[in-house]
C-alpha cells in the first residue's frame, strides 16, 4: 500500500521473480483495503507509514485487528519517527538492495513460523541476519556502521537489534555481548 505508482510497481517487480511470493496488486490508499484484505487473506502487508498518520492508524488497526497473523512491513523512504515505526513486525528501506528486500520479507515470515512454533518467549531463535547484526553489536559497532559494514539500511539495522532484545530479553551492548561470547558468536579477545 503506497500512493506511487513507481514504488509499488517496483516492489512488485522484485518480489515477483521470487516463485514462492504471490503477489496482490497494490493499494495506493486505504480505500478497498477491507474487501482486499478479505477476499485475498494475504501473510504479509507492505505499508508506506506516511499513509497512516495518527488520524487514519485507529481506521488501519481496526481493520487489521480480524488478521492477527499478518505480517505489516513498513516501507521508509524519508524520515518516520522511530515510535511510529514500532506497530510494524519489520522495515524495508527504499534504498535497500534487490536481494535484501527479499531477505526482510523472508526472515519476516521465518520468525512469524518460529512464533507460531514456540509460543514461550524465551525460546526464540535468532535468523541469520540478526546475528550477523548481533555479532557487530558485540564488536562495539554503532547502528551506521553496521549498516554500512552489512551493506543494510539504518532502519533494517533497528529492527534487527528490536528483534533480537525481544527474543533474548537483554536490553544492554554488554549483555548482548556476553550473550554473543556464550554462544561462541565472536571470539575472546
Known sequence: ????????????????????????????????????????????????????????????????????????????????????????????????????IYDIVMDSLVQQKQNEQQPDENGYELTKRELDVLVQIAKGLMNKEIADKLNISIHTVISHRKNITRKTNIKSVAGLAMYALMNNLIEES
Open 1 to 100: 500500500m503506497d500512493p506511487s505508482v513507481i514504488i509499488t510497481e517496483g516492489l512488485k517487480k522484485i518480489l515477483g521473480e521470487y516463485a514462492q511470493l504471490e503477489m496482490l496488486s497494490p493499494l495506493h490508499d486505504m480505500e478497498g483495503l477491507k474487501g482486499r484484505l478479505v477476499m485475498g487473506r494475504p501473510d504479509i502487508m507492505i505499508v508506506n507509514p506516511m499513509l497512516l498518520p495518527k488520524a487514519k492508524r485507529h481506521e488501519f488497526n481496526n481493520i487489521i485487528q480480524d488478521y492477527p497473523d499478518m505480517l505489516i512491513i513498513a516501507l521508509v523512504y524519508q524520515y518516520i519517527d522511530q515510535n511510529s515505526l514500532r506497530m510494524y513486525h519489520a522495515i524495508i528501506d527504499i534504498c535497500e538492495e534487490r536481494g535484501h
